[in-house]
């Protein structure tokens, strides 16, 4: 099914293309989100872990932004079989502790909210979350599967960890979901 998803994606839209580049390169090179996220999929699913299209975003622009969502539900819909949608990035960067925090909360609160004119708006006023515009794509996707709601299911940063709360990376997890 991920053969099919990722050729439909290219079809059915010239803001999708296929290139493994993104995704070449060593450790701190290229596109690492899928080593982030691996992980956590064999741990939930074992020896069943699902089959993965990955998509990098290289777009900054918030109307294609928007636009690469829809198409990515339309796609969906057309496919038979389930389908989950993961959005991976960091969110504030080394900004202080109490700083990140509260601009991170800011953009989760219009995450869930399902609102990618508020992420975005997030994004413009707070430039060190700039990799939270791949978060979008999803969320307007996830509007045109069905979801109504979201849920923040966690938030940290580097600082919780380190204990240098000076200059911290934000993370956080969110369930887009549908009734």
């Not at 923040?152 to 956080?172: H, P």
Request: glycine share 10%.
């Amino acid at each position: 099914m991920a053969e099919e998803l990722a050729q439909a994606l290219v079809a059915a839209d010239e803001g999708y293309a296929e290139d493994v580049n993104p995704h070449l390169g060593g450790f701190g090179h290229g596109e690492h989100s899928i080593e982030v996220q691996l992980p956590f999929l064999q741990f939930v699913f074992g020896d069943r872990t699902p089959a993965i299209v990955p998509i990098a975003v290289s777009c900054h622009e918030l109307d294609e932004l928007k636009r690469a969502g829809q198409v990515l539900a339309e796609v969906v819909q057309r496919q038979n079989g389930d389908v989950v949608l993961i959005a991976s990035c960091d969110l504030t960067h080394y900004e202080p502790h109490v700083v990140a925090e509260r601009h991170d909360r800011e953009t989760l609160e219009r995450l869930i909210a399902l609102d990618a004119d508020g992420v975005w708006d997030c994004v413009r006023r707070y430039p060190s979350q700039s990799d939270v515009l791949v978060a979008i794509p999803v969320v307007e996707a996830a509007k045109g599967l069905g979801a109504t709601e979201g849920v923040i299911l966690g938030y940290s940063t580097s600082g919780q960890v380190t204990g240098d709360l000076s200059e911290v990376v934000g993370y956080g997890a969110a369930a887009l979901l549908r009734p």
